[in-house]
């Protein structure tokens, strides 16, 4: 399967900064990734689909402008969570997907916690 | 209804006993299922996936998947303290609106040496 990393995997920060989250694919060319969201003692919920040189898509409910995401190189996908305040506080995790068979392989997850 | 139903347990078992997870879903478009190991606080881990109707066995892990009755299952046999995570169950067709993986809650594994 492919290998996702994650960086950082765990940030505090005070309410108002803003916060980027790195998801990098180690072993192939990721054309698309995701991001998902996850809160304790609950599902992925997904946010967006990062697609590589275009817009992100973002789901119904997610603030573009607060979360945003770049996908400049194949390899590489950001997530910068701006003027984030304690409600953003959860679980990011970043997955790349297999076209041919639709796996999903996740990285390990950013912990972020505003306060 | 949701699209996939799973419970949450929590699920506790002795090492070494056959453990059962299962999944019902509604959307009959769902044609690619997988099973997700999630320890605390890390990314899901694929365990197993599998395509239209079917078993397959890996290791101690079997899937199922029964299409016509829109149920999937994965048996764990001989189960491991190691195993204690929670397992999500996630689908995913290729028919219009349902490109988006879907998961279940998720089931609170406890494997007890």
């Known amino acids: 399967g492919a290998v996702v990393s994650q960086h950082p995997s765990w940030v505090i920060c005070k309410s108002g900064t803003s916060v980027k989250i790195e998801c990098r694919s180690l072993?192939?060319?990721?054309?698309?990734m995701f991001w998902y969201r996850q809160f304790p003692k609950q599902s992925l919920m997904l946010m967006a689909t990062?697609?590589?040189?275009?817009?992100?898509?973002?789901e119904q409910g997610v603030e573009k402008d607060k979360f945003l995401i770049n996908h400049a190189s194949l390899t590489l996908s950001t997530l910068t969570v701006t003027s984030a305040h304690p409600e953003d506080s959860s679980f990011y995790i970043c997955?790349?997907?297999?076209?041919?068979?639709?796996?999903?392989?996740f990285g390990p997850g950013t912990r972020l916690t505003v306060t | 209804q949701k699209e996939v139903e799973q419970d949450p347990g929590p699920l506790s078992v002795p090492e070494g006993a056959i453990v059962s997870l299962n999944c019902t879903y509604s959307?009959?478009?769902?044609?690619?299922f997988m099973w997700y190991r999630q320890y605390s606080r890390k990314g899901p881990e694929l365990l197993m996936y599998?395509?239209?109707?079917g078993n397959k066995e890996d290791g101690r892990f079997t899937a199922q998947v029964d299409k016509s009755s829109k149920y999937i299952s994965l048996f764990i046999r001989d189960s491991q303290p190691s195993d204690s995570a929670t397992y999500l169950c996630?689908?995913?067709?290729?028919?219009?609106?349902?490109?988006?993986?879907?998961f279940g809650k998720g089931t609170k594994l406890s494997v007890i040496p």
């Open positions: 997955s790349t997907e297999l076209a041919e068979t639709y796996e999903q392989y």
């Open positions: 072993d192939f060319q990721a054309t698309t």
């Open positions: 990062s697609n590589e040189g275009s817009k992100a898509t973002y």
């Open positions: 959307n009959s478009a769902f044609q690619y």
């Open positions: 599998t395509y239209s109707s």
């Open positions: 996630a689908m995913i067709g290729s028919g219009a609106g349902s490109y988006q993986l879907t």
